[in-house]
């Protein structure tokens, strides 16, 4: 089972930076490919990035790209995802998620497990 916790958000001003973890706590995650996405307050969701399961490729939104990283530590069943030269409009709760396929990563569909959220609040 797949039990998903992120940590790491909060306020920050534009330009700043904040990293973002996601644990997992149960003995499977390096099955899973990881994603991060994202929901602003009246939207819907958007996808930020994704990693497949060793962490050696990512895919990444081009909203973010160059901006954000993502990360996983295997041994730590945790992915990261670091957010630099924050902007106002990054402000949303941040999720993240796993699934078993690397197809479709930018689709909510078929990422089975989602975390509670985390939210990230960029001031201007």
């Known amino acids: 089972q797949v039990q998903l916790v992120e940590s790491g958000g909060g306020l920050v001003q534009a330009g700043g930076s904040l990293r973002l973890s996601c644990a997992d706590s149960?003995?499977?995650?390096?099955?899973?490919?990881m994603g991060w996405f994202r929901q602003a307050p009246g939207k819907e969701y958007e996808f930020v990035a994704a990693i497949l399961w060793g962490g050696g490729s990512a895919d990444y939104a081009d909203s973010v790209k160059g901006r954000f990283t993502i990360s996983r530590d295997n041994a730590k069943n945790t992915v990261y995802l670091q957010m630099n030269s924050l902007k106002p409009e990054d402000t949303a709760v941040y999720y993240c998620?796993?699934?078993?396929?690397?197809?479709?990563?930018?689709?909510?569909?078929?990422?089975?497990?989602w975390g509670q959220g985390t939210q990230v609040i960029v001031s201007s």
């Open positions: 998620a796993a699934r078993r396929r690397r197809d479709g990563l930018r689709t909510l569909i078929g990422y089975d497990y």
């Open positions: 149960g003995r499977t995650f390096s099955s899973y490919v």
